[in-house]
C-alpha cells in the first residue's frame, strides 16, 4: 500500500507493506528464497526485561520495503531462518544487535553480511559513523525524522514511526553499493568480510562466555571470592530470566562482588550489607546464603582461576607513540583509525612483542590490521624507524623516516650527513 503522511508543510510518500498476518509473513518468506539481498533493521525495547523485545523488522529489498509486526505474529522465527539458509546477502548498519536476534533465533548468522558502518570505516569514513551521516557523505542529501525516544511496543504505531522505521532500510542498498564500489577500488572487499564475522564471533563470545567475569571489580578477587561471585551471578541470571527484567534490577553488580568479598553464608551478615535490606530483596536473601554457602564448598581445585595478565612494564608514552603513528598511517591510507584500534589495543599489542609466552596474538596482529601496519610498529619499537613533522601546515604532517643501523661519528659534519641520510620509511 501506499501512505502518504503530512509532515507539517512537508508530504513523504513511501511505498511499503506492513506484515501483520500469518498468511502474509508464511508468503513473504517463501518469497525469500532466491532473493540476491535484502537490507535489514529491527527496533526493539531493552531497558525494562531480560531478553530484548522486539517490537518491529524493517526490510528493504530493490523494489519493495517491508515492515514485519512480531506482536500479531507471535514469532518472527520462520523470518531468521529464511534468511540463515539461503544465499542471500544481508545488509545492515551497525547490525549487532540485528544479528544478535538472527542468532539467538536460529544458532546461526547469514551467510553474507554487508555491514556499511564497517564498509564506511574501511573506506576512510569515521567510525563508527551514524546512519544519517553515511547517507549524506555517499548518497545524498537527508533529512531524517526523530523517533529515537520512541515506545515501539504501542500500536498502531504512528505515521512518524513508520517513516523512521523505513528510513533506516530504504537507503541500505544504495549505500552498500557505493562503498562496495569503494571497497573494490582499495582491494578491501576480503577485509571486510573478515571484520564482519570477527564482531559475530565477538556476539558467540559474550553468548557463550562466562560473563560473570566482565563484572567491574571481579580482577581484585580471588579464587574463593571468584566462586562465591560466579554462583550470585548464575542465581541473579536465572530470576531476572524468569522474571523478565533486567538483572540488575535483582541485584546491583556492586552488591554481588561485595557479597563475594564478606565470604559468609550467614543471614545476619549479608542483612548488614548496606543496600541488602530493601524490601524487594529480602525476600531472596535466604536462596542467597544457599548460593553462597554452595560456592564455600567447592573444592580448592574447581575454583576459577583469577586472571593475571599483567604483561610487560611499559611506559604510557609507548602507546600514545605508536598511536600518533598509527594515526597518521590511516590518514595516508584512507581507514579510520577508530575501526582499526584503540590506545589499549596497541599496548596490548607492545606487552605481546616484548612478552614472553603462547599467548593469542592480539587484534592488532591479527589478519588485515597486521597487513596494513606491517613491520612499521616494530622498526618503530626497534629504534629502525622514526616520526617527524615534514609540514605542519599539511592535511599529512607527519612522515615516518628511516633510522641508519650506524650512525656516523658525532661532529657537525657527520651529524649533518646523518640528517640528510634519513629517508622517508616506505
Not at 522486539?54 to 515492515?67: S, T, Y
Not at 536460529?106 to 551467510?111: A, E, L, M, Q, S
Not at 515506545?151 to 553499493?177: H, T
Request: charged letters at 30%; aromatic letters at 8%.
Amino acid at each position: 500500500m501506499t501512505e502518504k503522511i503530512a509532515a507539517g508543510d512537508q508530504d513523504i510518500s513511501y511505498s511499503h507493506r506492513i506484515i501483520s498476518t500469518p498468511h502474509d509473513f508464511q508468503a513473504f518468506c517463501r518469497a525469500l528464497r532466491g532473493c540476491p539481498r535484502l537490507a535489514l533493521d529491527t527496533e526493539f525495547v531493552a531497558e525494562d526485561s531480560y531478553h530484548p523485545n522486539l517490537c518491529l523488522v524493517q526490510v528493504a529489498l530493490d523494489n519493495e520495503l517491508v515492515l514485519i509486526d512480531p506482536f500479531p505474529l507471535g514469532s518472527v522465527s520462520a523470518f531468521w531462518e529464511t534468511i540463515v539458509g539461503e544465499d542471500v546477502e544481508t545488509v545492515v548498519h551497525a547490525g549487532h544487535v540485528d544479528l544478535q536476534f538472527c542468532y539467538f533465533a536460529t544458532g546461526r548468522f547469514p551467510p553474507r553480511v554487508f555491514d556499511v558502518q564497517i564498509a564506511a570505516g574501511l573506506a576512510g569514513a569515521d567510525y563508527p559513523s551514524g546512519l544519517t551521516n553515511l547517507i549524506q557523505k555517499y548518497v545524498g542529501d537527508f533529512s531524517p525524522q526523530h523517533e529515537t525516544q520512541s515506545d515501539w511496543r504501542r500500536r498502531p504505531l504512528s505515521e512518524w514511526q513508520i517513516v523512521y522505521a523505513l528510513d533506516d532500510v530504504r537507503f541500505l542498498l544504495r549505500l552498500r553499493d557505493r562503498l562496495d564500489a569503494i571497497l573494490a577500488g582499495l582491494g578491501r572487499r576480503s577485509w571486510l568480510g573478515e571484520e564482519v564475522v570477527r564482531h559475530q564471533h565477538e556476539i558467540q563470545k559474550r553468548q557463550e562466555s562466562e560473563r560473570w567475569q566482565r563484572l567491574a571489580g571481579h580482577r581484585a578477587l580471588s579464587a574463593r571470592e571468584l566462586a562465591i561471585l560466579r554462583e550470585l551471578w548464575l542465581w541473579r541470571e536465572e530470576r531476572a530470566s524468569y522474571q523478565n527484567v533486567p538483572a540488575r534490577r535483582i541485584l546491583r553488580d556492586d552488591l554481588l562482588v561485595e557479597l563475594a568479598k564478606r565470604k559468609t553464608g550467614d543471614v545476619k551478615r549479608i542483612l548488614a550489607v548496606r543496600g541488602m535490606n530493601f524490601r524487594h530483596i529480602r525476600p531472596w536473601i535466604p536462596d542467597i546464603a544457599e548460593r553462597i554457602r554452595r560456592a564455600l564448598a567447592i573444592p580448592e581445585e574447581n575454583l576459577p582461576r583469577p586472571e593475571r595478565r599483567e604483561g610487560v612494564s611499559q611506559s604510557p608514552l609507548v602507546g600514545q607513540f605508536l598511536f600518533t603513528a598509527l594515526g597518521s598511517l590511516c590518514r595516508r591510507g584512507e581507514i579510520s583509525v577508530g575501526l582499526v584500534g584503540s590506545t589499549q589495543d596497541i599496548r596490548d599489542w607492545v606487552s605481546y612483542r616484548l612478552g614472553e609466552g603462547d599467548e593469542e596474538p592480539p587484534l592488532m596482529a591479527q589478519g588485515w590490521r597486521r597487513e596494513l601496519i606491517g613491520d612499521l610498529f616494530d622498526r618503530l619499537l626497534s629504534g629502525k624507524a622514526a616520526i617527524r613533522i615534514r609540514d605542519a601546515k599539511s592535511d599529512h604532517p607527519l612522515e615516518f623516516v628511516e633510522i641508519p643501523d650506524e650512525e656516523p661519528p658525532a661532529d657537525s659534519g657527520a651529524a649533518e650527513g646523518c640528517r640528510q641520510d634519513r629517508r622517508p620509511a616506505p
